[in-house]
């Protein structure tokens, strides 16, 4: 199909569809006016229906009344006599209490009557309306019923259709038939069959144009009764409907032959300049032939392909620029695991991303309970420290809730320690990773505090950050966080890794790194480096008789008292086993002396309390080298504390030698177990001093264990 046929297909499709939907909406909304409006009108005339039965049983119930009271026959014949000719009623029975009538007017209707108290079930046809009364004597004992009727007549129907202005049919009978009825002839029939199947205030339409109702039986108004009006609708609207659409159709194709013509050459133009631009000629152009709408199209083409040049020149850029930040970011992550370097990177790229001047990091610490500064964009972030919930950093931290929008109009006020900015967008992470999905029927968890928060400021060109920057930049956010978390991981392995996992000291592997290290420190700076090799005396004893559990308590008590006794600058080690070293920066011999008579006495002046065990009695043999007085290198200084400590051993244990050479010092005298130190830390008299420290002599090697 052609593109001509097309656009006149779909023009008349447009055009058309409307007119006959239109058409058929106007025919629908007059029948259903008119239906709604006959529907009003008879609930209007049952309305006045039942008011005309009701006032006619209010009549009847007043003759009835007047009669009974009159207690005396004659004077009940005359009062009835008289009801009559007032044309109160058509007719008075009196009955007895044996229901048997003791007065009855002439012209009174024979039964079947409708009362108007009660509805009767017998289906008529009702030749009367009645009202009856019941007759006592002055005692209230019964003396029998007075009926008040009136006929039913076509008399009767016919004021009960002036009232109601509609057509009125009374039935009678099973089925129901038409007793008396104001309907037409050639209604009538089809009236009574819609009204039979109708029930409460339905109302049913005939094949003939009427609208049908029942009004009754009920209390006051028995009589069963069918209201029927016309619905009304107006002549001759269907056959004007059609010739208005027949009018409209032959307009519309007029108009889209025309509409198609004009159109197709433009349209064939700007179709080829589009396959054009779909090949990839963004350079492709539409000639403009006039300034209608086409011709604005033409203009809109040709701009669009010009805008999609630069926009395709501007992501190709863009796309290079966050290649090299994604491959920047990429080789930081995986090449180390400085972590001001990488937050400083991810920060970099989020401000290259996002085209924000400015922006920091901070990470909490949970010691303070502070924010602090790690790295900035544009912005200086050493220094800075955001109390948590101050501010707009310390805000987003507490509630872990992203933030973005202008501070002069959303707020918050910033923090003294923050940077100042116009626009911002913050987002918080957490090293702990993302929160747990919500579970359905379990309360969701309280907020948790961020680990750190990530913003931005100040967009180029004046623009606010959106909702996609708040996207990109919590992807920034996670990256940061899973560098926080993979540098602390690495760093707590590391730890690990170098540590003993019983006493938490160092362990053998980190004792050859760091005393090469110190040594060349020491070498560098002229300075010294003492080590103490130090052994638990006995102490296969002590696992012996209290079991290898106790052993373990002992040395993890060991160690915190090493730790206790050197300095913050110290390093302490387990060697192995029962051996201990620690080493003693910018620390002589006289230096080393002094830390091994307190390493001695904080283990022999107090017990060991172990659960199970008691106190248990523990001391220490140390042995002390120093470098350079002692050695040259880190293993050689390292071996000749251990020689020195094989004559401590040698020497009776519980005291510490210095190996030989170097600068004298006075060497501890053995003690003996849970013994007391001198104060003046000078040898008691009578017993004779150690030799391994100055005669240069050393001790046979032994081997370890006591």
Request: glycine share 12%.
């Amino acid at each position: 199909m052609t593109l001509r046929g097309r656009l006149t297909a779909a023009f008349l499709a447009v055009v058309l569809g409307p007119v006959l939907l239109g058409a058929l909406f106007v025919g629908g909304t007059v029948a259903a006016v008119g239906r709604d409006r006959a529907a009003d009108q008879l609930s209007v005339a049952a309305t006045a229906v039942r008011t005309s039965v009701s006032s006619l049983c209010q009549q009847l119930q007043a003759a009835a009344d007047a009669v009974a009271v009159a207690t005396d026959p004659v004077r009940q014949t005359d009062v009835a006599s008289q009801v009559v000719a007032r044309g109160l009623a058509s007719g008075v029975v009196v009955e007895g209490a044996d229901g048997v009538p003791t007065l009855r007017t002439p012209g009174a209707p024979r039964r079947p009557w409708a009362d108007c108290a009660q509805p009767s079930a017998d289906p008529g046809p009702f030749v009367g309306l009645a009202v009856r009364i019941e007759a006592r004597d002055a005692a209230g004992v019964p003396l029998g019923s007075v009926w008040a009727t009136h006929d039913l007549d076509a008399a009767t129907v016919g004021r009960l259709a002036g009232a109601s202005g509609t057509a009125v049919t009374l039935l009678g009978g099973t089925p129901p038939t038409a007793v008396h009825s104001t309907e037409s002839a050639g209604t009538l029939a089809a009236v009574v069959a819609a009204a039979s199947g109708v029930r409460g205030d339905a109302v049913a339409e005939t094949t003939d144009g009427r609208i049908v109702r029942r009004v009754g039986p009920a209390p006051g108004q028995p009589l069963p009764l069918v209201l029927s009006v016309p619905t009304g609708q107006a002549q001759g609207l269907y056959g004007l409907l059609v010739c208005t659409v027949v009018l409209a159709g032959l307009f519309a194709v007029s108009a889209a032959w025309w509409l198609a013509r004009s159109t197709t050459r433009p349209l064939a133009e700007l179709a080829a300049a589009a396959d054009r631009a779909a090949g990839g000629d963004l350079a492709a152009r539409v000639p403009v032939r006039g300034q209608d709408e086409v011709g604005r199209l033409a203009v809109a083409f040709n701009r669009m392909t010009r805008e999609t040049q630069a926009y395709v020149k501007a992501l190709t850029t863009s796309r290079d620029q966050l290649r090299g930040h994604l491959a920047v970011l990429g080789d930081t992550l995986s090449s180390t695991h400085d972590l001001q370097r990488i937050l400083q990177v991810i920060l970099e790229t989020a401000g290259a991303a996002t085209g924000a001047s400015g922006g920091v990091v901070l990470l909490l610490d949970p010691a303070t309970g502070t924010l602090v500064g790690q790295c900035g964009l544009g912005v200086e972030a050493a220094g800075r420290r955001v109390p948590l919930g101050a501010g707009l950093l310390g805000g987003v931290a507490a509630t872990g809730v992203p933030r973005r929008g202008r501070v002069d109009r959303d707020g918050p006020p910033l923090s003294p320690f923050e940077p100042a900015c116009r626009t911002y967008v913050a987002v918080p992470f957490n090293v702990a990773g993302p929160p747990a999905e919500p579970v359905p029927g379990v309360q969701p968890p309280e907020p948790t505090t961020a680990s750190g928060v990530l913003a931005l400021y100040d967009r180029l060109g004046h623009d606010e950050f959106d909702d996609a920057d708040v996207i990109t930049l919590r992807t920034f956010a996670g990256q940061a966080a899973i560098a926080v978390d993979n540098v602390r991981v690495h760093q707590e392995a590391q730890r690990l890794s170098l540590t003993d996992p019983l006493t938490g000291l160092w362990n053998y592997r980190y004792l050859r790194e760091s005393i090469r290290r110190e040594v060349e420190r020491a070498s560098r700076f002229g300075r010294m480096l003492a080590v103490l090799a130090l052994d638990l005396d006995r102490f296969k004893e002590v696992n012996d008789t209290y079991g290898h559990a106790a052993g373990d308590m002992v040395l993890v008590e060991f160690a915190r008292r090493i730790r206790g006794v050197v300095r913050e600058v110290d390093l302490a080690f387990r060697q192995g086993g029962e051996e201990f070293v620690v080493l003693l920066p910018e620390t002589d011999a006289d230096g080393a002396a002094i830390v091994a008579r307190r390493l001695g006495a904080a283990v022999r002046d107090d017990v060991f309390d172990l659960e199970g065990a008691g106190g248990i009695v523990v001391t220490v043999s140390i042995g002390i080298a120093v470098f350079p007085s002692h050695a040259a290198t880190a293993q050689a200084v390292l071996d000749a504390a251990d020689d020195a400590l094989y004559a401590a051993k040698a020497a009776g244990r519980d005291g510490f030698r210095t190996a030989p050479g170097g600068d004298p010092v006075m060497a501890e005298i053995p003690v003996a177990s849970a013994a007391v130190t001198p104060t003046d830390n000078q040898p008691r008299a009578g017993i004779r001093p150690a030799g391994g420290a100055s005669s240069g002599t050393q001790p046979p090697r032994q081997t370890r264990g006591g």
